[in-house]
Protein backbone atom coordinates (compact mmCIF):
# COMPACT_ATOMS: atom_id res chain seq x y z
CA UNK A 1 0.00 0.00 0.00
CA UNK A 2 2.76 2.38 0.72
CA UNK A 3 4.50 2.21 -2.79
CA UNK A 4 1.03 2.09 -4.64
CA UNK A 5 0.60 5.62 -2.45
CA UNK A 6 3.78 6.55 -3.34
CA UNK A 7 3.10 6.21 -7.39
CA UNK A 8 -0.26 8.03 -6.76
CA UNK A 9 1.13 11.30 -4.79
CA UNK A 10 3.68 11.25 -7.84
CA UNK A 11 0.53 11.12 -10.48
CA UNK A 12 -1.34 13.69 -8.14
CA UNK A 13 1.95 15.97 -8.29
CA UNK A 14 2.44 15.84 -11.59
CA UNK A 15 -1.19 16.05 -12.59
CA UNK A 16 -1.02 19.52 -10.48
CA UNK A 17 1.70 20.66 -12.08
CA UNK A 18 0.03 20.28 -15.53
CA UNK A 19 -3.07 22.07 -14.16
CA UNK A 20 -0.29 25.22 -13.40
CA UNK A 21 1.51 24.80 -16.47
CA UNK A 22 -2.07 25.09 -18.72
CA UNK A 23 -3.53 28.38 -16.28
CA UNK A 24 -0.17 29.68 -17.19
CA UNK A 25 0.14 29.73 -20.60
CA UNK A 26 -3.34 30.26 -20.87
CA UNK A 27 -3.16 33.71 -18.89
CA UNK A 28 -0.29 33.82 -21.31
CA UNK A 29 -2.38 33.79 -24.42
CA UNK A 30 -5.21 35.80 -22.81
CA UNK A 31 -2.81 38.52 -22.79
CA UNK A 32 -1.30 38.26 -26.45
CA UNK A 33 -4.59 38.55 -28.54
CA UNK A 34 -3.08 40.45 -31.12
CA UNK A 35 -3.50 37.91 -33.58
CA UNK A 36 -7.07 35.84 -32.93
CA UNK A 37 -6.39 32.73 -35.26
CA UNK A 38 -2.68 32.22 -33.95
CA UNK A 39 -4.17 31.93 -30.49
CA UNK A 40 -6.95 30.39 -31.58
CA UNK A 41 -4.63 27.48 -33.25
CA UNK A 42 -2.13 27.37 -30.17
CA UNK A 43 -5.37 27.10 -27.73
CA UNK A 44 -6.51 24.12 -29.38
CA UNK A 45 -2.73 22.64 -29.69
CA UNK A 46 -2.71 23.28 -25.29
CA UNK A 47 -5.98 21.79 -25.32
CA UNK A 48 -5.49 19.25 -27.23
CA UNK A 49 -2.06 17.99 -25.29
CA UNK A 50 -3.51 18.67 -21.79
CA UNK A 51 -6.26 15.97 -23.03
CA UNK A 52 -3.20 13.79 -23.82
CA UNK A 53 -0.94 14.32 -20.83
CA UNK A 54 -3.96 13.65 -18.53
CA UNK A 55 -4.83 10.21 -20.44
CA UNK A 56 -0.81 9.25 -20.34
CA UNK A 57 -0.78 9.96 -16.69
CA UNK A 58 -4.42 8.38 -15.90
CA UNK A 59 -2.65 5.00 -18.24
CA UNK A 60 0.19 5.45 -15.46
CA UNK A 61 -1.79 4.36 -12.17
CA UNK A 62 -0.31 1.06 -10.45
CA UNK A 63 2.43 0.60 -13.18
CA UNK A 64 6.17 0.83 -11.65
CA UNK A 65 7.64 2.17 -14.53
CA UNK A 66 5.67 5.26 -13.76
CA UNK A 67 8.85 7.46 -13.75
CA UNK A 68 10.36 6.42 -16.77
CA UNK A 69 6.85 6.87 -18.77
CA UNK A 70 6.14 10.31 -16.78
CA UNK A 71 9.78 11.61 -18.05
CA UNK A 72 9.22 10.14 -21.11
CA UNK A 73 5.85 11.96 -21.87
CA UNK A 74 7.85 14.89 -20.31
CA UNK A 75 10.24 15.06 -23.18
CA UNK A 76 7.79 14.22 -25.59
CA UNK A 77 5.82 16.98 -24.46
CA UNK A 78 8.89 19.20 -24.26
CA UNK A 79 9.59 18.72 -28.13
CA UNK A 80 5.65 18.90 -29.05
CA UNK A 81 5.60 22.53 -27.62
CA UNK A 82 9.18 23.75 -29.17
CA UNK A 83 7.92 22.52 -32.04
CA UNK A 84 4.87 24.02 -32.50
CA UNK A 85 6.39 27.66 -30.99
CA UNK A 86 8.70 27.35 -33.52
CA UNK A 87 6.15 28.51 -36.10
CA UNK A 88 4.93 30.94 -34.31
CA UNK A 89 8.08 33.44 -34.09
CA UNK A 90 6.61 36.44 -35.29
CA UNK A 91 5.33 37.37 -31.77
CA UNK A 92 8.58 37.09 -29.19
CA UNK A 93 6.87 37.94 -26.34
CA UNK A 94 4.62 34.81 -26.42
CA UNK A 95 7.21 32.75 -27.65
CA UNK A 96 9.23 33.98 -24.76
CA UNK A 97 6.58 34.15 -21.95
CA UNK A 98 5.88 30.27 -23.23
CA UNK A 99 9.11 28.90 -23.51
CA UNK A 100 9.93 30.33 -20.19
CA UNK A 101 6.31 28.67 -18.86
CA UNK A 102 7.30 25.13 -20.28
CA UNK A 103 11.06 25.06 -18.97
CA UNK A 104 9.11 25.63 -15.72
CA UNK A 105 6.85 23.03 -16.33
CA UNK A 106 9.55 20.84 -17.28
CA UNK A 107 11.18 21.31 -14.08
CA UNK A 108 8.41 20.72 -11.73
CA UNK A 109 7.45 17.49 -13.72
CA UNK A 110 11.46 16.12 -13.57
CA UNK A 111 10.71 17.21 -9.82
CA UNK A 112 7.50 15.16 -8.91
CA UNK A 113 8.99 12.24 -11.21
CA UNK A 114 12.24 12.11 -8.77
CA UNK A 115 10.61 12.35 -5.52
Avoid at 73 to 81: C, D, E, H, M, R
Avoid at 92 to 101: E, I, M, R, Y
Amino acid sequence: MDLQAGIMSKGFGAQLALIWFFTSVSSIMHGQNRSLSKCLRTQFAFIRFFTTVSSVMDSQMGILSESLRAMLASIWFFTSVCSIMAGQVNILSKSLGTQLATESLFACVCLTVDN
